[in-house]
């Protein structure tokens, strides 16, 4: 009984709403985003304000690990110099992601159980997740274009020989499919995984189950998530750019993902 009760009282992907235009947006979803973004600006500009050559404040050290060892040495170590130029966008995707991720630490919930976050984590709904995967592969190929100009950039499609063209074609649309569910399928299992626990479990046990389970989910797999984003992004990159045959992009993002696990 228990079971069925939980089924009909736990809502899915449930939002306040309004409309514009036609179109209806998520208020908690924008919400959170805007404060993301006011976190990892006041976090930018902190760091701009703080930087030094002689001995580096903390959040100085912090920015260089992100940019330097983690993003930094990712991209070169799979692009080479060219990677430099990558590293930007992929610090700023680690930790924009991080930052959204981890915005379902805030108790903000009045209800638990009953009510949804105020600030709920914003990759748990799709349509973010989407944006950025779609900005980054529509980056992509135009990178693509770029360094394989008009007749390489058909011509891979093609690679390594004609027939494999529709299933090339097919990889390419899949891609940023595949990059918002990875991230918004585990964050939104995350949340659910929380509404389960308040609608199933006492009352009492209630915060003993958030306090041990959110940490993992939020904490941990949040960071996860971030770094495989990001680490994708490059990957794709990678691909884009690279004058290797078809076979070698192939199996390198996912030989890489296999060993980040």
Known sequence: MKTLYAAKSIPVGIHPTFKLLGLTFDLDIIMSTLLAAAIMFFLVFRMTAKVTDGVPSKIQVLWEMISVDLVGTLAVSAMGERGKRYVPLGVTLFIFILICNWIGFLPTDMH????????????????????????????????????????????????????LTPINIIEEITKPITMTFRLFGNLFSGALMIVVMTTLLPVYVIPFGELLWKPFDDGLL????????????????????????????????????????
């Open 112 to 163: 638990p159980g009953q009510s949804g976050d105020i600030f709920p984590a914003p990759t748990s709904d799709v349509n973010l997740p989407l944006a950025m995967a779609a900005f980054v592969i529509v980056w992509v190929h135009i990178e693509s274009f770029r360094a394989r100009g008009f007749g390489g950039y058909f011509k891979h499609y093609g690679q390594p020989f004609l027939g």
């Open 222 to 261: 949040g960071a996860i998530q971030a770094y495989i984003f990001m680490l994708l992004s490059v990957l794709y990159f990678d691909m884009a750019t690279s004058h290797h045959d078809a076979q070698d992009a192939h199996v390198e993002p996912l030989d890489v993902l296999q060993a980040s696990h």
